[in-house]
């Protein structure tokens, strides 16, 4: 992989069909690829004919990892079709000589049947499952590969303890690989994301279990059937504030921040109009190509990536022909000729960041329509919603349209139900004279807990220092009104009291270090804390 804030370059997929491959774990880092939700490494992977209900052998992709087998309808699909663990599996047998092979249990479970369409396929996928089923019996190896991807589908393939190296060795490992400066490490953390669901891990999360038993947790916590296996994910903490993210403008953290927002914009997460798009889109040809040359940059250098430009959902709105959106983004593309990428992507980023719900953690779930609630309170929005939560505050969406925002000091209360309801209310009144108030059915309700309670977290340690700083600043300024026999206005102290928040202390101390996501007893200490002395 290139540096991150190395300069772009074009990438472009494999189409070849694969049947099956095995993939070395340890292998050198690959370059970018084109996906925007890259996949881990696996042991093998390819296509296998795969028994129905019915006993009928259909053709499907199939994933071996991590003692657990992931069929999919197709290659590129993100959520699988069906998982086999194979905690309990005993052998591979084989049926007959056309290929067709089963996976035995030792438990109730009905055999696996597969089909492989070649005997060096089946040598493959019976040898490489033998050998995992084998492996489940004496435990995770002690020390194993895995990929760390950013969101533009790079990554890094990083070595772990699988019984020690938790979330926080992980980060600090890949802050050193990518050598990102002292004051960027904090505003970044390891996740684990699939096709559905997205987790922050805590600081003492030991990364391999996380891993292992994510199916587990999908259970809890998806709305889809199978999630697929995790990609383990460096991202910005949500607990990142947007004037700490401003402040930093080295090319590493830049380029970062970057990658995220085209992610998030291409994927529907960051609504934009129609102009928008096009304009981001022209940002983002020359991050990727570099000044526009007629030589190099002919018909089809953008329809044939559309993808990667324009957000699916507004071409799927506008339904116009390719030719058509690769004349539009040419045009804003060639504006840009000269401006290094850095610029661009900070040029990117200043409209992206104009947005309330910038930087939030995304959730979906269903509200309780007007019927159910009747009696009980009178809801603004009905049906699916969206939510984005950030350091801001808690912001609504509703088919691909921004709804609403809701600050933090304007919700009254909020809390969690049944582990599947979330509720909160505003204390401003809304057009209608009502308090705005959600209902919102997920089965994500527990991370939106964890999420706020993170934040509330944070927010509390940030009063705890403001109350510091105007405590010292008091004291000082006391001092000095004695000594002089004169008064100071407040605007000076306010001013001093600015300046102290970030973080230049004229006393030559150092601004306390901001958490990432802390261990549970951690935050649970310091809320115990808090209530105990808060007024």
């Known amino acids: 992989m290139a540096e991150v804030g190395g300069e772009a ?3 472009i997929d494999n189409p070849n069909r694969v049947r099956a491959s095995s993939k070395a774990s340890g292998s050198s880092p690959s370059s970018p690829t084109d996906e925007h939700a890259a996949i881990p490494t696996v042991a093998v992977e390819g296509y296998l004919g795969t028994a129905g209900k019915a006993g009928r052998i259909s053709e499907h992709y199939v994933k071996l990892l991590d003692n657990n087998i992931w069929i999919y309808k197709k290659k590129n699909d993100l959520a699988p079709i069906k998982h086999v663990d194979l905690a309990d599996a005993t052998q591979v047998l084989r049926k007959g000589s056309g290929g067709e092979f089963s996976v035995e249990f030792n438990d109730e479970r009905a055999p696996m049947k597969f089909k492989a369409f070649s005997e060096d396929d089946f040598k493959l996928w019976g040898g490489a499952i033998n050998a995992q089923i084998k492996q489940s019996k004496q435990g995770p ?11 533009d589908g790079s990554k890094f393939p990083m070595t ?5 190296t938790t979330a926080e060795d992980l980060w600090w490992m890949v802050c050193e690989t990518l050598r990102l ?3 960027a490490r904090e505003c970044f953390f390891i996740w684990l994301l699939g096709s559905d669901m997205e987790m922050l891990l805590c600081n003492d999360d030991i990364v391999y279990d996380q891993v292992t038993k994510w199916h587990r947790a999908e259970k809890r916590y998806s709305d889809q059937a199978l999630e697929g296996p995790p990609r383990v994910v460096f991202r910005t903490t949500p607990m990142l504030e947007l004037k700490v993210e401003r ?3 080295d090319t590493k953290s830049v380029h970062l921040f970057y990658i995220q927002s085209v992610f998030y914009v291409l994927n529907g997460y960051y609504i934009v109009d129609l102009q928008q798009a096009i304009t981001l889109a022209g940002f983002a040809a020359q ?8 030589t190099k940059h002919g018909p089809g250098y953008i329809s044939k990536y559309l993808h990667k430009f324009i957000p699916g959902w507004i071409m799927a709105r506008e339904k116009q022909k390719p030719e058509m959106w690769e004349a539009a983004v040419a045009r804003e593309h060639k504006k840009h000729a000269g401006k290094p990428l850095m610029i661009v992507e900070l040029l990117y980023l200043q409209i992206v960041r104009g947005a309330p719900y910038y930087g939030s953690t995304f959730f979906s779930g269903k509200n309780r329509d007007r019927k159910q609630s009747a009696g009980y309170f009178n809801q603004l929005e009905e049906g699916y919603l969206g939510l984005g939560i950030n350091m801001e505050g808690i912001h609504v969406f509703k088919k691909n349209k921004y709804m609403n925002s809701y600050p933090w000091k304007e919700i009254s209360h909020w809390e969690i139900d049944q582990e599947k309801f979330f509720y909160f209310q505003s204390s401003v009144l809304d057009g209608s004279g009502f308090y705005a108030q959600y ?3 997920t089965k994500r309700a527990p991370l939106i807990r964890d999420l706020i309670n993170d934040i509330v977290f944070e927010l509390k340690r940030e009063k705890k220092v403001i109350q510091s ?3 010292r600043q008091s004291s000082a300024f006391d001092l000095v009104r004695r000594a002089a026999g004169v008064s100071v206005g407040a605007s000076m102290k306010d001013a001093a009291v600015q300046d102290m928040a970030k973080g230049t202390f004229s006393d030559g101390a150092k601004p306390v270090e901001r958490p990432r996501a802390v261990s549970r007893k951690d935050k649970q200490a310091e809320s115990d804390s808090d209530s105990d002395s808060d007024d």
């Open 9 to 11: 370059r074009e990438r």
């Open 141 to 151: 190896p002690p020390r194993k590969v895995i990929d760390v991807m950013f969101l």
């Open 160 to 164: 772990i303890d699988t019984a020690s």
């Open 181 to 183: 400066p002292n004051e």
């Open 247 to 249: 402040n930093l403008k």
């Open 287 to 294: 991050a990727r190509f570099g000044d526009f040359d007629s």
């Open 439 to 441: 209902l919102i059915e």
């Open 469 to 471: 700083i105007r405590k």
